[in-house]
């Protein structure tokens, strides 16, 4: 039975991922980033100049990610599906071609990484990576790069990458699926989040952080 779920779950993630591909090839954002830089000042204090991640504003690196994953986030900060103070307001005031703007600047974004603020020991390492590149079938958790790539190199136009992205944000981002409060992405997150526990989530949070001289 557990072997069953843990195929289906799988399965799941690939629908998705086909549905999100669809999606975005048929519906591009018709952003102009040089218009985008303009909006991207506001963004500047919790996301960094070039979108390279502020950790100690628990602002998330969004350089590089794809216009069309920009543009749903905004919308579901817009929506409720997300939320957050500062970017509800925020979304909530631009209209679709700024968002797309804005989206379209930071999607051609390559500001080197940060250095790891977390130094995680070896063995959290180990799991971190175990979950990333081969899940945990007796937690019924499928490998985070079924969805998001190699190493959490991402998916265009389907998943973000998380190779790089501050731990803090991640394990952040992992406790508002579990706690329901995120709506973006329940349907595949809400259950892996709700398998991970507190150390599951810290190594794996921990190893993507420490992957991101991928991207350097």
């Not at 919790?46 to 969004?62: F, K, L, Q, W, Y």
């Not at 925020?90 to 940060?114: E, H, T």
């Not at 945990?136 to 959490?152: I, M, R, T």
């Not at 997150?189 to 350097?216: K, Q, T």
Request: hydrophobic fraction near 40%.
């Amino acid at each position: 039975m557990k072997t069953t779920r843990f195929a289906a779950s799988v399965a799941a993630c690939g629908v998705a991922l086909s549905a999100s591909i669809a999606f975005a090839v048929d519906v591009p954002p018709a952003g102009d980033a040089t218009r985008g830089a303009e909006i991207a000042a506001t963004c500047q204090g919790c996301h960094g100049a070039h979108g390279e991640g502020v950790a100690t504003a628990s602002g998330p690196r969004i350089a590089g990610q794809t216009a069309s994953y920009l543009v749903a986030q905004l919308q579901a900060y817009a929506d409720g599906a997300r939320t957050n103070p500062v970017m509800t307001a925020i979304a909530k005031g631009l209209d679709d071609q700024k968002k797309a703007d804005a989206a379209a600047f930071f999607a051609a974004q390559s500001p080197p990484f940060a250095a790891p603020a977390t130094h995680p020991n070896d063995a959290q390492l180990v799991r971190g990576k175990t979950l990333v590149r081969v899940g945990d079938e007796s937690k019924q958790l499928q490998a985070c790069a079924n969805c998001h790539g190699p190493d959490g190199s991402g998916e265009r136009f389907a998943t973000p990458y998380l190779a790089g992205q501050s731990a803090a944000y991640i394990a952040s981002a992992i406790g508002e699926w579990k706690a329901g409060t995120r709506r973006s992405g329940e349907a595949l997150m809400g259950g892996v989040a709700s398998r991970l526990d507190d150390n599951d989530i810290a190594a794996v949070s921990a190893y993507l952080e420490s992957l991101g001289a991928i991207g350097d």
